[in-house]
Each structure stands twice: as C-alpha cells, then as structure tokens.
C-alpha cells in the first residue's frame, strides 16, 4: 500500500505539485476549482493505482493552484464504499495528499437533513461523526510511517478551524448549522425507520462519504474541517421521494454560499 501511495503522490507531484491545503468536494460542489489560479488538472485515469469516479456529479480530476496565496490541492470527485471500493481505495487520495504535504484537510460533501430545523441549501459544519458502515478504513497491517495504530478520535474535527467557519460565516452572511454527520453505506436512501434510529443517536444529517476519509486523515495527523450541505431532507422528515438530480439541484443553488465561505476560511488559514 506504501508503494502505491508513492506512485500515485509521485504523478500528481510531477503535473501539479505539492500543497499544503486539500479540499475534496462533495456532489454538485465540482465547480469550486475555478477559485484556484495557476491551476493544474490531473485525470484520475491518469494517476496510477487511482480508482475510477463513477457517480453524476463527481468529474474525477485531481487539481492544484494557489488561492489566497496558499497551494492547494482539490479533488474534483471521491470514491465511495457503495461504488464496490475497498475503503482503502476510498481513502487512498487522502493518503497520497499526506505525502504531498497537505496539513489541513476540509472535506465536504451533500447530505441529507435529519435535523428538523434545518432546510435544503443549509450549509453544516460538522461537529463530529457517526460510523454507520461496520468497517474502518484502518484494517488490516498498520501504516506506521503515517500515523498510529490506535489513533484518537476525540476531536475528529478542528474545534479551531470550526470556530474560524462559524467567524467567515458570519462575516459574509452565510448561514452555517453545526451538527452532527453519520454514514450508511448506501446506495440506497435510507429508509424512514433508519433516520429516526439516526435521530435517536444523535445525527443531523446523513450521507454515504466522508468518515473513512476524516478517519484517515486523522491518523495521519491533519486538521480537519467537515461542511456538509443540506442538499434535501433525509427519508420521512417530509412526504417526498428522494433523487439524486435533487441532490445536484440543491447543490449548485448553494454553490454561492459554499465559496464564499471556503474562500475566507482558506484565506485566513
């Protein structure tokens, strides 16, 4: 696995790079690569040992720029447990973003409204995480020279990048929820009487990405900030059926909100 991660961080570093900063965007979020200058795009077809990007949504492209005097790395597309990867494969570009020199990683992603109070288009930053899947990307031998073998997931999620959101949020008149996030494996929605066990644990709001990553990440010592955007209610919180098209709808009407939010954060990092 060490081997691949060097093969695939040596093809990105040859193209685009290194960075400091990564931001994996989550559907309908794509288009925030245009923020970067000086950009270089890599297909994921062309990095080796890179998965394929299968889902709408999720062009599958690696890019690198400067914003706000930073170089950072942004995924234009993830990989998902429920595309028949291996949570290995889905975190592999966390790892590799490791080897670039990324320290600080904000992942984001469409989620589905638990929480009562919240409304399609809300933006969420989350405040800490429910593993759903029964599996960890963390099996099998452990990546010494990454990070530990039993990593601390107290504070999964930057209290101090999270009160540096809540400061951009209110400085540009975004409206930013803060909650909890829980993944199912998916592909299906989830199914009313599952979102109501979600509720009774304590989650408001529930998608199908991010934990293997912000687990990952964890274990290789980065700072993570988690945005979730509300892109429609989750099962039986109303009387609808749920759709992916939806889920891109929703997510390019927030699109405004969501840059203006993650240019300030990443300009005062």
């Not at 989550?26 to 990095?47: C, D, F, H, N, R």
């Not at 409204?113 to 759903?132: F, Q």
């Not at 530990?148 to 930057?158: E, L, Q």
């Not at 980065?222 to 429609?232: A, D, E, P, Y």
């Amino acid at each position: 696995m060490e081997q691949r991660i060097q093969n695939a961080a040596k093809a990105i570093r040859k193209v685009c790079g290194e960075a400091e900063i990564g931001v994996i965007l989550g559907s309908g979020l794509g288009e925030y690569t245009q923020a970067l200058q000086q950009s270089k795009v890599l297909p994921y077809t062309k990095i080796p040992g890179f998965p394929a990007s299968t889902v709408i949504g999720h062009a599958g492209e690696w890019y690198t720029g400067l914003l706000h005097g930073k170089r950072v790395a942004m995924m234009r597309g993830r990989f998902h447990y429920y595309e028949g990867y291996s949570l290995q494969d889905v975190t592999l570009p966390v790892r590799v973003m490791q080897a670039l020199g990324v320290q600080t990683l904000i992942v984001t992603n469409a989620a589905g409204g638990i929480n009562a109070g919240y409304s399609p288009g809300d933006l969420m930053a989350i405040t800490d995480c429910i593993n759903m899947t029964g599996a960890s990307p963390l099996f099998g031998p452990n990546l010494d020279a990454f990070g530990p073998r039993f990593p601390d997931m107290s504070k999964a999620f930057d209290p101090e990048l999270r009160a540096l959101a809540r400061e951009c949020a209110e400085a540009n008149g975004v409206t930013l929820r803060e909650g909890v996030y829980a993944q199912m494996s998916g592909p299906s929605y989830e199914t009313p009487a599952e979102i109501r066990m979600l509720r009774i644990l304590g989650a408001d709001a529930v998608g199908m990405s991010t934990v293997p990553e912000v687990t990952v990440a964890r274990h290789g010592n980065q700072r993570v900030l988690g945005i979730s955007c509300i892109t429609n209610m989750a099962a039986g919180i109303l009387d609808q059926p749920l759709n992916h098209e939806e889920v891109m709808e929703t997510g390019a009407k927030a699109k405004d909100d969501f840059r203006a939010l993650l240019d300030a954060v990443i300009s005062k990092l």
